[in-house]
């Protein structure tokens, strides 16, 4: 407790228990030892006595004295550093010479932790013994670490890794999350309330201004996607820097060469669209990268494979394809079009590109343009035909029957290409959020296989049983489910059980639409086998639960849906001579 004290020439417990034990006169040795070690002070030794009288112990009076000048001091300390005296890092290090050795000290600890907090550069001896010392590295303040910190790549990974691995159990826990909604989904949050979750927000604080601790951030994250695959390592590095950005960390802003495109991408995630001018911004950032540099393309691409971006570019898709319609233009003829196909290319070959460090734009298959695009177009000029036929009066009407199967290029190229699969997929959910029956009913049969099973990935099935609530009344018929379940989920959830998770998910909000013959087959065929994991038994079990309870008391009758989603437009007004639906 009061180690370093000898050091400084300062009595301390010990000495006064030898000056006991060795003197023959003990009152003697005790008021010497409190003359010697006492507040000198003359003013304050008439002052003594009186205290005494009010039976005020020495040690009180001594312990607020000195509480006193410690706040002073450390306000002393705040001030100098803040000041703008040349040599006040001098200061500084002199009074952390005289202090340090009291650092073990509780009652002096603080004033040695708020002189290194405020030295820029702290002496390479202190800083080792900082670390060496687990109590000490515990209390020090951030700035402190630091500097330990961008020596000491191995610590830092120590103190970044428990944060990395939150960071992705929040994320896959939103993905799974018991609300199930097309209005608040895994999407909703706009970027900028994203930057306030507790991990992107310790990390801004432990990177501060340090560049050499950003690149270290940086280069766990593209390890941890390299190793993992997962794309929501790709999001926090889009997010790590516009937290930086946010708060005018210029030193680390400025010498990103990717913080101009990711802010001006970041506003597109805002808006959930790519305009043209932004389009164009974003086309002179990639077109600017210059013989060399070519490194930026890997950085760019992680950027683009953040799920955030690679939601906001097909939507532009999508919303751009149908000005292309209602124009009678092919998508070819379409610059803009091209552009965020081209950067939805970039971003699908992140991984590829830094597993091979070819720093190089991946060619967008020019097939997807010519031949998948047109194929998805011809699904939707099927289903306007039939939808206008059938508004036809009756002696008008033909004998068309809805359409059972898919163009074989359309098939084919979800299965093949990981861009036109992710355009597939997006297509699915627009159809789902028309609450076009037949269209989906044509469609989800194809998503069984698909590119990489990119339709049974969490982001798709998350976005999938949200969109289909909006459908909850067709689960009253049988064909309806059995094409979403046999057609589609029960393919693959003994397999993939991230598959049977989502398929109790949404059983637990549309339970009391199906019927109960086909839930009576689906419960048994849901039922998790013994080495399922506990969220699956769980949700398992609460579907048991809520059907008793159905049982017990049918629910009321629900209220029809509103129809305003309160999504942002993707539609297009068609012109009246334009006899086509948006896509």
Known sequence: ????????????????????TNCTEPLKAIDQFQMENGILLPTLQSALPFLDLHGTPRLEFHQSVFDELREKLMERVATIAEGKDEDRYGKLEELLEKSFPLVKMPSIQPVVMRVLKHLPKVPEKKLKMVMADKELYKVCAVEVKRQIWQDNQALFGDEVSPLLKQYIVEKESALFSSDLSILHNFFSLSPKARRQGEVVLKLTQMIGKNVKLYDMVLQFLRTLFLRTRNVHYCTLRAELLMSLHDLDISEICSVDPCHKFTWCLDACIREKFVDGKRARELQGFLDGVKKGQEQVLGDLSMILCDPFACNTLVLSITRNLQELLSQDTLPRESPDLMLLLRMLSLG????????????????????????????????????????????????????LSYPSTLPEAFSRFLQDNRVACEMGLYYVLHIAKLRNKNALQRLLPALVDTYNDMAFGDIFLHLLTGHLTLLSDEFGSEDFCSVVFDGFLLTSYSSKENVHRHALRMMLHLHHKVLPSYMETLMKTLEPPKQSSEPVKELYTQLTEKLEVQKKSPPPPDEAPSLDLGLH???????????????
């Open 1 to 20: 407790m009061f180690a370093g004290l000898p050091e400084l020439g300062i009595s301390n417990g010990e000495d006064l228990k030898e000056t006991l």
């Open 348 to 399: 699908q070959g992140a991984w590829d590109m830094i597993d091979s460090q070819v720093f190089k734009e991946p060619r967008l298959d020019s097939e997807v343009v010519t031949r998948f695009l047109p194929a998805m177009m011809s699904v939707v000029v099927d289903d306007h035909t039939f939808t206008v036929d059938q508004k036809l009066p009756s002696e008008e009407k033909s004998s």
């Open 569 to 583: 437009p993707v539609t297009v007004p068609t012109p009246a001579s334009t006899p086509i639906t948006p896509l």
